[in-house]
């Protein structure tokens, strides 16, 4: 059997970094588990404690605390001394500490793949229950930890993105719609955010969708569809139509134009070149959508994500309906954070003409959008409610080009 991935000259190189120059501990990321040897490990978690306690981090507080702790026979002077003196710099502190957190990243992949082994050994395990649960870990294995930490780090980080954004101001600083209107109000779709589109059948929440997915696609922003209403040569057919300028009913029917040809042609052609993934699967569930995106996100590094319906996903969950809503819609605004991805989410409405589903649906997303048809071809949105934004102005009227699946703000076409 092959050594667990670790580095004992790595972790000692810290141990003796902290003690030369404690000043550089509240600079270091790094968790308990982090470290693969005992000495080490309990040597940072007396770091931790006394940092935390505000006490002076030296030989003498270290040794005592050790002592406290019944960890003397390991953790003594003859330990920490080494660990001091075989230090080439304490200037180097975050290089040893990339070194540590790679080992432990490697051990995890180790642990994850013995798993899977385990897994496709045991033919009494629901494999395909498994496979999202793994993909998962080994997403989680490959972002940092997420801890507590003190807002210092944060705010520098925001900081350097609002001098970026000085530097360079811009009116949408999410991913563009392709409509003006919508992203003035919205500032464009933002990762780790979740809007959700309801409204009557037949007002366009699907057409309008697709559009806004396919121009994202066009400025290189890849995305996925789950396309759980339809099949997906209805989807595309339609995009093609507005791709290519040619209705979607000659492509039905075949009689087409002189020229309509090379025009389906060059939409095609367009159209293949969008970083977009397609699927008309009716199974999907949370767990499985999450598995096929983090595959999409590592293989071809998309950027958002389209679900026609929300409620068509299979899901079982608790006792009633209600309980099953309110699971899918909290795990759904969960892979959009944990992913860092924008999800766009299609609902109908009920007969109180309310967002199917469960009220929390409403809580748990971002945006929630109104759609409805007005009068002859005049379509409003309106948000019900809006994480960021521009303005106080929340209602944008559109209008459908005749004959094309194709939004623009109203008196455009």
Known sequence: MNPQPCSKEAENALIGCVIINPACFKEIDLQDDDFYFGQSKETWKIFKELAYEKKVIDLLTITQRATEKNLQSSINL??????????????????????????????????????????????KLPIDEKIPVILNNIINSSRPQKTMEHISRPLSQLWDEIGKNVENPKEVWGMSSG??????????????????????????????????????????????????????????????????????????????????YSKIAHGVEIMESRPVYISDATSWTTSSMRAELIRLKMQYKIEWFLLDYLMLLKDRYGSNENERQNFISIAVKDLCKDLDLSGIVINSVNKQSQASGSKQIQHDFDNNIRMEEKDMNKFELSWEKQREGLGSKRILTLSKKAGFPQFAEANRF
């Open 78 to 123: 003859d330990y920490l001394l080494g660990a001091q003196n075989g230090t080439p710099s304490s200037m180097n502190f975050d290089t040893y500490a990339e070194i540590i957190k790679d080992k432990a990243k490697r051990r995890e992949l180790v642990r994850i793949a013995e798993v899977m082994a385990t897994a496709s050994y045991d033919e």
């Open 179 to 260: 409509i003006p209107g919508y992203d003035k109000i919205t500032g464009g779709f933002q990762k780790g955010e979740v809007t959700m589109i309801t409204g009557e059948p037949g007002t366009g929440k699907s057409l309008l969708s697709v559009q806004f997915a396919f121009f994202m696609a066009s400025q290189s922003h890849g995305g996925a569809i789950f396309e759980m209403e339809m099949k997906n040569k209805q989807t595309l057919l339609r995009q093609l139509s507005t791709e290519s300028g040619v209705e979607a009913f000659k492509m039905k029917s075949g009689k087409i134009e002189n020229d309509d």
